[in-house]
C-alpha cells in the first residue's frame, strides 16, 4: 500500500485560513468515510483531531474542520494560532483491512 | 482516562527480533482493536498492524512476513515482536487504540528503539 498523499509543507498568519490535502485512491480514502487527521507537536505522540472525514473529537476547537471530495480528503484550520504550528498526517482505512498514513505536513503559522 | 504505555528494550542488535508490550490502564483491553503504529526520526507515521482481544489480526504488507502481535487480557497488555531487524527499523514506536471510527483515539508516549551492533 502506497502512503497518501499530502504537501511537505504550509503556512498562515495568525487569524487566517489554511487546508491541507491528502491525496489516496478509491481503495482507501476515496472508498471509506474513515479518514482522520492527527496533529503531532515535536516530541510528542499524535493527537486525534478529525475523525471519519469530519468529526471533531470532544475538546477539539471547531477551528478544524475536514471534508472529502472523491479519493481527496481535507482538513482546513481558520482562525491560525500560534498553538497550531505542529506536523499534521491524515490516515485512512483501506480495503485490505489496514490503514495508511500521509507522509505528514508541517504547518508554520508566521 | 484510558492510558498506554510502551515498554521494552531501547536498543536491538541487527537480525535479531524487537519485542515491545503496550500496558493498558484506566480500562479495559477487551472489545477493542489495538495498534502498532511507529515513526523513523524526523519522517512519517507507518502503520504496523492491529489486533483484536480476540486475537485476531491485520497486518502491514509491507512488514506483514516479520511482524507478530498477540494479546493478553489477563494482563491488559499487547505485544509486538518484529524480527529480523535492520538499521531502518530504528523509529519511536507508538500503540494506539482503535476507536470505532476507525481513528487512533488513545496513544502512547512513544520508545524509542534503536537497531545497532
Known amino acids: 500500500q502506497s502512503a497518501l498523499t499530502q504537501p511537505a509543507s504550509v503556512s498562515g498568519s495568525p487569524g487566517q485560513s489554511i487546508t491541507i490535502s491528502c491525496t489516496g485512491t478509491s481503495s482507501d480514502v476515496g472508498g471509506y468515510n474513515y479518514v482522520s487527521w492527527y496533529q503531532q507537536h515535536p516530541g510528542k505522540a499524535p493527537k486525534l483531531m478529525i475523525y471519519?472525514?469530519?468529526n471533531r473529537p470532544s475538546g477539539v476547537p471547531d477551528r478544524f474542520s475536514g471534508s472529502k471530495s472523491g479519493n481527496t480528503a481535507s482538513l482546513t484550520i481558520s482562525g491560525l494560532q500560534a498553538e497550531d504550528e505542529a506536523d499534521y498526517y491524515c490516515s485512512s482505512y483501506t480495503s485490505s483491512s489496514t490503514w495508511v498514513f500521509g507522509g505528514g505536513t508541517k504547518l508554520t503559522v508566521l | 482516562q484510558v492510558q498506554l504505555q510502551e515498554s521494552g528494550p531501547g536498543l536491538v542488535k541487527p537480525s535479531e527480533t524487537l519485542s515491545l508490550t503496550c500496558t493498558v490502564s484506566?480500562?479495559?483491553?477487551?472489545?477493542?482493536?489495538w495498534s502498532w503504529i511507529r515513526q523513523p526520526a524526523g519522517k512519517g507515521l507507518e502503520w504496523i498492524g492491529r489486533i483484536y482481544t480476540s486475537g485476531s489480526t491485520n497486518y502491514n504488507p509491507s512488514l506483514k512476513s516479520r511482524v507478530t502481535m498477540s494479546v493478553d487480557t489477563s494482563k491488559n497488555q499487547f505485544s509486538l515482536k518484529l524480527s529480523s531487524v535492520t538499521a531502518a527499523d530504528t523509529a519511536v514506536y507508538y500503540c494506539?487504540?482503535?476507536?470505532?471510527?476507525?481513528?487512533?483515539?488513545?496513544w502512547g508516549q512513544g520508545t524509542l528503539v534503536t537497531v545497532s551492533s
Open positions: 471519519e472525514v469530519s
Open positions: 494506539a487504540r482503535v476507536g470505532g471510527n476507525y481513528g487512533f483515539g488513545y
Open positions: 484506566g480500562g479495559s483491553i477487551s472489545s477493542y482493536y
